[in-house]
Each structure stands twice: as structure tokens, then as C-alpha cells.
């Protein structure tokens, strides 16, 4: 009865390490990658998100300070509504925003967007957005935009 037992807890303690280390590494943000996408696409026009995700917005906004990781980002404020590669072809949100890619076209990898409102699919002037420009090295926010996320 003892030896199926031992054969047992031996075996348990040969996989227990790799499978805990397989799901710390998939939680770590040096894995988190960022895929392009538009989740803009699919929604019904005007849109309006919830004021939690609004005030959710404004507080990373007012509480930024240095850089962060995009983990960590993600992690607060959930998934992206967009997410353009800054290496290839993206849409301008807004003149500002345009002239600062425009000074700053090497500096950023990618573009993470998070839409309070947005009246339609194409970029407007009056959509409320907070943007997180994601560092070349993949890992990092170093700077976040907004547009009429203030009243």
C-alpha cells in the first residue's frame, strides 16, 4: 500500500515544478505581447462607454508619472479597444497627436487606445480616448495622450 502511495507522490513532485512554472511564465508582463487589433470595428455607432471605464481612464491619466509596463497597464485598465503597430501604417487620432508621431516616428512600437466615446469608425476630432504609446523596446509606456477625456 506504501509503494503505489511513494510511486504517486514521487510523480507529483516531478510535474508539480514544471506546471507552476508554466503558469508563473505566462503571467509575467516579459510575455505580454502586443498583436494589432480593432475591437472598434465591431461596435454599434455612437458609442459611449460606461463612466467606470471613463473614470477608470482619467485616473491613469492623472496619476501618470513615469514609465510603466504595458503588463501592468493592461492589467488596470483591461484590454485595448485598439492597438496599432507604429512600425507600419496607423491612422492619426487628432492634429496633436498626428504632429507627435510625426517628431516621434522612431520612437514607439505601438499604439494603445482606450475609447470613452467615439461617434463613428472613422477618427473624430470630438472622440474621447486616452492613448498609451508603447516604447520601442515592446515592454514599456513612457508616454499617454488624451482627447476630450477632461471636461
Not at 508539480?16 to 512554472?21: R, S
Not at 504609446?133 to 514599456?140: A, H, S
Request: positive net charge; hydrophobic residues 35%; proline residues 7%.
Amino acid at each position: 500500500m506504501k509503494l503505489p502511495l511513494l510511486i504517486l507522490f514521487s510523480a507529483f513532485l516531478a510535474i508539480a515544478p514544471i506546471a507552476i512554472g508554466q503558469q508563473i511564465n505566462q503571467n509575467t508582463p516579459e510575455n505580454d505581447q502586443l498583436h494589432p487589433g480593432d475591437e472598434t470595428e465591431n461596435w454599434q455607432y455612437p458609442y459611449q462607454a460606461a463612466e467606470s471605464k471613463k473614470q477608470q481612464l482619467l485616473d491613469m491619466l492623472n496619476n501618470f508619472k513615469e514609465p510603466v509596463s504595458v503588463g501592468d497597464l493592461i492589467r488596470k485598465l483591461g484590454k485595448p479597444d485598439r492597438i496599432d503597430d507604429l512600425r507600419k501604417e496607423y491612422k492619426p487620432l487628432s492634429p496633436y497627436e498626428a504632429g507627435f508621431l510625426a517628431r516621434n516616428k522612431d520612437s514607439y512600437s505601438y499604439r494603445c487606445i482606450w475609447f470613452a466615446r467615439k461617434y463613428s469608425k472613422a477618427p473624430g476630432l470630438s472622440d474621447s480616448w486616452l492613448a498609451a504609446y508603447v516604447d520601442k523596446n515592446e515592454k514599456t509606456v513612457s508616454v499617454i495622450h488624451q482627447n476630450w477625456l477632461k471636461n
